[in-house]
């Protein structure tokens, strides 16, 4: 992709109420455009971003057997009055109504709705165990919108949901998309840990989330020094933080230690809450039995503000290999009115391309003092620079995004680099 086409254009400041690091390098980056508190659209840098995560997502879920459906955002009042979440649910929840005075809310989440498609779908046995998955705009009225994209009031999710004849199966096909999940966020190059969990209004019986370790992180989780256990302090009585660090760990191993996390990821037991409610059931054994489900949802849009949370420096974003928009920038210096530096750095996108990168072309007309740092700050993991100097000597510098580590190349070891 050619810069000079792309609406390759970052922002010198960022907006005084940004407090996050992420916040601050998304706008900048011009990732994101924010419309009214908590409600942004994706530019094309920071579309091509989500899409990547999507897509890790996307396989993953397909590849275990999940099957990807997408349920309407607009959601009928009377629906959430059969579970009684209507009432239970909170302002979070967004409703109105449309022109026959009936009412609808914005989708915060989907029990609802897949647990009323289970009822229509699912009719014996047979069609067990089953696992749906969507990848779907949410809105949540959220009390205090921040952190950019973190905690935004309109956002992506993947919401998965899980049907089994009973609680056994439940569990095992709980623990199998929980492995999922290990391998998502593996792949994303996070470095997260495994939380024991509040339910909250999603309900059900037991629940884990997946967090991001950063000092930003609005969660606090306790860890044990000594064994596995790790919870989101909700969970823990003693709500005196100091008091925390330092007491014997709930396991009786050890004892427990503070650490901030973001939230990604929220996977539930749900049990029959919402099959009950909802009249979700069929025959076995000479009996009626209502499903036992399981619930599972990712942030995908807060995925990428947590990623820029673990991933910066003074100059920019360190995107991981898995999410950089572009995997090479390769930055002309002083193309204009120099046909061999155009027609070189051509040759090295078509190059690079067929060997599957996907690069940026920075052949826009501006200083080189710009596109370093516009690259430095979009975060690509490599920069190619081509000046007459280059050619001149047939070395090109190759820019290391991570550490800012230069290496001089002749043209033939920048493609056995490569390539
Ligand atoms: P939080 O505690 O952060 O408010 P939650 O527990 O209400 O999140 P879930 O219902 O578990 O969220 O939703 C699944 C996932 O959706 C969360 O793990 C998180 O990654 C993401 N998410 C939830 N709320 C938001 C939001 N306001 N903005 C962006 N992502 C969100
Ligand atoms: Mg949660």
Known sequence: MKASLY????????????????????????????????????????????????????EEMDSSGCLEILMPMVQPKDLWDETGRSSEYGPELLGFKDRGDRDFYLG??????????????IKSPKDLPITFYQIQTKFRD????????MRAREFLMKDAYSFDIDEKAMRENYQQ????????????GLDYRIVNADSGSIGG??????????????????????????????????????????????????????????????IFQLGDKYSKALGLKVQSDNTMKFLQMGCYGIGISRIIAACIEQNYDDKGIIFPKELAPFDITIILINQK?????????????????????????????CSPGVKFSDADLVGCPNQIVISQKALDNDAFEVINRSDLSKKELSESDLFAFFC
Not at 15 to 30: C, D, G, W
Not at 39 to 52: E, R
Not at 177 to 188: A, E, G, N, Q
Not at 229 to 246: M, Q, R, S, T
């Open 205 to 266: 019986s037991s629940s884990e989330e997946f967090h991001v370790l950063a000092d930003s992180g609005e969660d606090l989780l306790a860890f044990s020094d000594t064994s596995d256990f790790a919870c989101n302090v909700d969970l823990i009585e003693e709500k005196d933080i100091d008091k925390i660090p330092g007491m014997p760990s709930p396991d009786g191993k050890g004892s427990l230690q503070i650490k901030k996390g973001i939230e990604v990821g929220h």
């Open 108 to 121: 915060p989440t989907h029990e609802e709705v897949i647990t009323d498609i289970g009822r229509k779908e």
């Open 177 to 188: 998309i929980r492995s999922i999940y290990v391998k998502i966020f593996d792949r994303l």
């Open 337 to 365: 009115n120099n046909s061999l530096i155009n027609e070189k750095a051509l040759m090295f996108y078509k190059r690079l391309k067929k060997s599957g990168f996907d690069i940026l072309l920075d052949d826009r007309d």
């Open 7 to 58: 609406h390759y254009k970052t922002l010198r400041e960022s907006p005084s109420e940004a407090e996050l690091v992420s916040h601050k390098l998304m706008i900048r980056a011009n990732m994101i455009k924010p419309l009214a508190s908590g409600i942004y659209s994706w530019l094309p840098l920071g579309f091509k971003v989500l899409k990547k995560v999507e897509n890790i997502v996307r």
């Open 142 to 149: 959220e009390i205090r919108p921040r952190f950019g994209v």
